[in-house]
């Protein structure tokens, strides 16, 4: 018996099972790890994001008895809260161990040299970290608790100390002796301000400044007074730390100083600031100094701060928080962020946030009223004073200004006409109101992918259906390859050249780049238009499918001739300056890195992708149904039409959100071509920034574990969720024209 030659061996049967099984295991598992890193992706933005919607946590350390709490007029604590000190009235200053291990332990006590009784006592700012005394013989003494750090056998201790920011002598702030009822002062680079009310119910107003004496060399005082005119009594006075601004609290009213100029002192507001049916009770700045915080018997705390009017900047009420409703409530700021803290005389503290308009934390923190209160450096913790004794309590509040109306809605901040989408990370100052509206960035990446869309789409499925139904075999080998190989540019190139070359070139021949959107489609009607007019003799010279090469010199001619007049089109009909033309009549803002460069750079970055798949989508359509629709007498154009672009919609709608996905995703073109401006302006003039090119600025700069950190995270992960919709629709839609049109 002789074996048939035909008949497969067992053997490669079985090596092909294998293979396939093999291949199918592959493919399955490779498909599922992409799943599961998309998955650990996902969940990793969410692990990062997370920690910036907690709420804050307020709670009690430990606390001590104090024998003399009724002395003491101020409280702080330094920056690591292992030591507090306390100001007594009779300028004593104790400090006290306020860490686990020693907690209530009395380490020093301090005496200010002061060369008359007290009267009153005030403390700065609470970054300046001052704290003053008023004298009865009218002068002011200032200090500042100090701790000097040594590290013996390598080990931290903290020596407390007293500092004189002006040497241990006493300001005369009334040059008349009468003792200092009350007083705000700050201590800003060498000058000096108090605005005092003295015992004679005088509010005066002193300016010190420092200069040295050019024969001894000695620091002296020169000293400018200004007596303010306030009618009815004086409640309390504050001081902004740059000396600019003074106010003062008489009843239910605030008056508004400008102390730029000592010799000069006016009066540019007087606010009539209380609630209706309240009282005002309490009045603080915000950190900062541009908000003015007013507490009302009525449990209501309203911001206001100086926005410009008809009149000119005044203050006015932006906001209002809830609070408990007492007689007795106090305001108290943070060192640097927006937040602050009330305190009422039914022991109830309560943490506020003002950017992001948010209640963090409110709660009964003692059981008497609260008398004096201090918040450390770092704000993760606070000192209180209530019931006789110092109670340190621990504040978990590392993300206040993130809300999610913060991050998607409109917030006035400080300073603005209005409430805006502002995207401000960072700035030069720490008192700085962190800005994190995630809004203008998003529509930045929807602007970008639009235009780049815009310009993209029509030339890439033009080239694509061109190509597959009616380009020549041989050119189309030419053609396809020359234009998949332009998606292996780099997209640092393209944005170089964007920024440097193409950006520049706009600016300067702006009418002819405007006059190639029309010229060019004319153009090429035009041409086909006359080679229909040809003798048939001539056009049959023409290989079938080649006609495009003849369009290269019409091209290429009438971008000669665009660039070519664009100086007599400017000067005919924008009098020599297209810029100044659009920004002076028709009010339009032209940035040289704007929007049109971004939809040019980003839609060669982008027509690759398109023209790729979309092109392989339509000459993938079976031949038999094109030769078919031809052969029942329908032409070119309707075979096309009908049949050809109807059964490769499926892969022409996925080449189409393949090209927004990879818009949407771009960094380096968008970073590189554009101003990274923050703006919502449709204009096609302007720039914007978008969500990747703002990770991208702004990662490397951000603090690990920061609110500005976490955000950039949130970003990547809208950035991921934008992408994930788009690929989600466009996949609903692909099945749906399959389903549709597959049984063509």
Known sequence: MTSNPNKPSFNTDRSRLFKDRFAKFSITAGGIMVLIALLLIFFYLLYVVQPIFESAKVETRDSFALSNAEQIVGLGVEEQTEIAFLLSKQGKVDYYSVEKKGFGKKLASLVVPLDSEVSSFASSAPFQGHYAYGLENGSVMIVSPKFLVTFPNNERKLTPRLGYPLGEKTLLVDDNGTAIKQFAFSHYEDKTAVV???????????????????????????????????????????????????????????????????????????????????????????????????????????????INTDDGREYQKIRAFETSKQPKLDIFTEFYRRTFFTTSSNGELGVYYTT??????????????????????????????????LTVVEIHNEHPEVTWSALWQEVWYEGYPEPGYIWQSTSAGDDFEAKFSLVPISFGTIKAALYAMLFAVPIALSAAIYTAYFMSGPLRKVVKPTVEIMEALPTVILGFLAGLWLAPLIEEHLPAIVGLLF??????????????????????????????????????????????????????????????????????????RNSLVVGIAMGFAVIPTIFSIAEDAVFSVPKHLSNGSLALGATQWQTLVSVVLLTASPGIFSAVMMGLGRAVGETMIVLMATGNTPIMDWSIFQGMRTLAANIAVEMPESEVGSSHYRILFLAAFVLFIFTFIFNTIAEFVRQQLRDKYSSM
């Not at 740059?242 to 009066?267: G, H």
């Not at 035009?526 to 495009?548: D, I, M, N, Q, Y």
């Open 356 to 389: 992001s308009e948010a209640k963090l934390w409110q709660g009964k923190i003692s059981e008497g009223p609260i008398e004096n209160f201090a918040i450390a450096p770092r704000s993760n913790a606070a000192l209180i004073l209530a019931d006789d004794k």
């Open 519 to 592: 010229m060019l489609p004319l153009g090429i009607l035009a041409t086909a238009f006359a080679w229909t007019k040809l003798p048939e003799s001539f056009r049959h010279r023409v290989p079938e499918g080649a006609h495009s090469i003849l369009l290269i010199p019409v091209l290429l001619l009438i971008g000669w001739l665009a660039f070519a007049m664009s100086g007599v089109v400017e000067l005919w009909m924008f009098d020599g300056n297209v810029r100044q033309y659009l920004t002076n009549e028709l009010g339009l803002t032209f940035d040289q």
């Open 196 to 306: 005092a009310q003295t015992a004679d119910k005088r509010v005066i107003f002193s300016s010190f400044v420092a200069e040295e004496n050019m024969f001894s060399g000695e620091v002296e005082w020169v000293v400018e007074r200004t007596e303010l005119d306030v009618e009815g009594r004086v409640d309390q006075l504050l001081m902004s730390p740059d000396t600019t601004r003074t106010f003062v609290r008489s009843a239910n009213q605030i008056y508004v100083y400008d102390t730029r100029n000592p010799s000069e002192v006016e009066l540019i507001q007087m606010l009539a600031a209380n609630e209706e049916n309240a009282n005002l009770v309490s009045a603080q700045l915000l950190a900062g100094a541009n908000s003015l915080m007013l507490a009302n018997d009525n449990g209501e705390v309203s911001q206001w701060f100086e």
